[in-house]
């Protein structure tokens, strides 16, 4: 069993939570918050051995071998920092890291301990439904490019136009739509398509100076890949992906939960409709399979591929936010 401790206790780090006891081969042991009464009842409500209010403490004595962290966006280069120093796998949200420097940071310290292994929580391509869209695309012989959109509402919008600044839409905290629902159609276009060749990013900044949504066009050498992202308004349209005559329909860049194929007759197959009992089930059961072993050769070349996959997102976010000169807290520094 792959003993895990968790570093955050919001909804996000609750799914996980519920993903990792339906895979069956995690066993909660620890968690981390900066609050007691916080990371005790996250301990008790999911029967977990231990928990920290220290997080050098909780590095240092917690009985666990993986950590995943949720914390604020902002904080994840410093505490999968502490984890690969302290020889603990590291799962951690997307985004990542905030920027190509920090990205770099990790790969050295990853490629000084050989034993640590490190995974970038981006569900959607981990599903059965994605790799249903990789399957058939590879079959059709003319490709024209994408339009991926992921837009809705954040609750957390109230509060900013209440005048707060909650951490998802602070520079401070590496906030914003492009940070948030946009890395999952970023996954999308390069786990399909690759790095472009060209990106552009026009971003509707909202009153703390983060974009609240955004459009991005990333131009490849035949074709653009136009995403559309939001956390200020609701989106139902669909995503595509297009052919010649024929196209790929996704009822949305980020669920995943309806694929279908459309032929140049207007003929509709569905080829992805699975459901998860849990959207992170996925990843996480992949992200175990490599952990347990991980010499196996299947899972070396998985690892390698989200590893470097991991690094080209990271690549990608931060052109996008260089080309609108939208810049995090310490950043220009």
Not at 240 to 253: F, Q, T, V
Request: charged share 20%; no cysteine; glycine share 6%.
């Amino acid at each position: 069993m792959i003993k895990l401790g968790t570093i955050g206790t919001n909804w996000i780090t609750q799914q996980f939570v519920e993903a990792v006891k339906l895979s069956k081969v995690y066993d909660l042991t620890s968690i981390y918050s900066r609050h007691e009464q916080t990371a005790k009842a996250f301990a008790d409500k999911n029967d977990a051995k231990e928990y920290f209010t220290d997080l050098d403490a909780f590095f240092d004595n917690g009985n666990f071998d993986t950590v995943y962290i949720a914390s604020p966006n902002s904080l994840h280069f410093d505490q999968a920092k502490m984890a690969i120093l302290h020889g603990k796998n590291v799962i951690v949200e997307k985004p990542a890291f905030s920027n190509q420097k920090q990205m770099a940071q990790i790969q050295e310290l990853l490629d000084d301990h050989p034993d640590v292994l490190y995974f970038e929580g981006a569900r959607n391509i981990h599903t059965a439904n994605f790799h249903a869209i990789e399957s058939k695309l590879a079959q059709m012989q003319t490709l024209q490019g994408a339009e991926f959109t992921y837009s809705k509402y954040s609750s957390r919008y109230d509060n900013v136009l209440a005048g707060e600044e909650p951490n998802v839409f602070s520079l401070k905290y590496a906030g914003g739509a492009l940070q948030d629902l946009g890395v999952y159609t970023v996954y999308d276009a390069v786990a399909l398509f690759g790095m472009p060749q060209e990106v552009a990013y026009f971003p509707q900044l909202v009153r703390t100076g983060v974009d609240g949504k955004g459009t991005a066009i990333l131009s490849y050498p035949e074709y653009t890949v136009t995403l559309n992202f939001s956390k200020v308004s609701n989106s139902y349209m669909t995503s595509e992906i297009y052919g010649l005559k024929d196209l790929i329909s996704i009822d949305d860049a980020g669920e995943l939960r309806k694929i279908t194929y459309i032929d140049e007759n207007q003929h509709q197959q569905v080829i992805g409709s699975t459901v998860d009992q849990n959207p992170m089930l996925p990843e996480a059961v992949d992200f175990a399979r490599v952990i347990n072993d991980p010499t196996n050769e299947q899972n070396r070349k998985d690892y390698a591929y989200w590893r470097q996959l991991s690094m080209y997102v990271n690549k990608l976010l931060y052109n996008l936010r260089q080309d609108a000169h939208l810049y995090f807290v310490g950043e220009q520094d």
